[in-house]
């Protein structure tokens, strides 16, 4: 009965490690299956890591790569810049010269402006003066005040050797003369005005006048003549052309 029982005992322990044994395999089996997968999904990490530490190494060659052509870039940059700074150097020194010299310009035409200036204000008096003194004369002149009249044109001609009214002066300055019965000195001054100003609105009484002195001097011959008629061949109209004909009618009456 013992002999028996132990031999159950002894199956029953011995089917008991059966069964923890089984169940080890099969517990190392499922292990060993999960250590392939892990050891799978590291190599696939070890894969990307690879993978990425390539990306990373072109990445960084590229970098450096960029970093070597940014500092030529910027060695080169630096050497344009320092041109450009002597560029800019040359321009200001270039420009301060000719800020310089249109300063001197501006100051010259300012000087000459003011110097034109003093010298128009100049020929505005001057010619103010030369008028002054022809008006006054002029009016001496219409008042039969023949001396003062002739010392105001005179004056006019002696002062004024450029004036405006030289022709107009030298007519009247012959119309004093003839007023004061200076009758050489008068048909000179006529003389002048048909010799220098042919084309002057003097003309017809210088003609006129000119006759009128060689008159009465005394020379009443073809040349006195020759001057009556051209006042009237030539000016018509004029009131010289009426007082050269009753002079010319007069000259052909017959002495008694």
């Known amino acids: 009965m013992n002999a028996r029982r132990f031999a159950v005992l002894a199956a029953s ?15 190392l089996s499922q292990q060993s299956d999960e250590l392939k997968e892990q050891v799978e999904e590291l190599k696939k990490t070890v894969g990307s890591l690879q993978a990425n530490q390539a990306d990373l190494s072109v990445s960084i060659k590229q970098l450096r790569e960029e970093l070597t052509a940014y500092t030529e870039t910027v060695k080169a940059s630096q050497g344009d810049m320092s041109k450009l700074s002597v560029k800019l150097d040359d321009l200001g020194a270039q420009l301060s010269g000719k800020v310089a010299a249109l300063g001197q310009t501006i100051t010259q035409a300012q000087t000459k402006g003011l110097e034109d200036q003093k010298a128009a204000l100049a020929e505005v008096k001057r010619e103010s003066g030369a008028t002054d003194v022809f008006y006054t004369a002029e009016k001496r002149l219409q008042a039969k005040d023949h001396a003062q009249a002739a010392k105001g044109f005179e004056q006019y001609l002696r002062d004024f050797p450029k004036g405006d009214l030289l022709d107009v002066a030298t007519y009247d300055l012959g119309l004093a003369y003839y007023g004061l019965k200076q009758w050489e000195k008068a048909g000179r001054q006529f003389a002048v005005v048909l010799d220098k100003y042919p084309k002057s609105g003097q003309t017809p ?18 040349e006195a003549r020759a001057y009556l008629e051209s006042v009237q061949a030539d000016f018509p109209k004029s009131p010289e052309a009426k007082e050269a004909a009753a002079v010319l009618k007069r000259l052909a009456k017959p002495k008694k």
């Not at 009484?205 to 073809?222: C, S």
């Open 13 to 27: 322990a011995l089917l008991s490690s059966c069964i923890a044994t089984q169940k080890d395999v099969l517990d």
């Open 205 to 222: 009484g210088a003609r006129l006048h000119y006759a009128l002195a060689l008159i009465n001097l005394k020379k009443a011959g073809d």
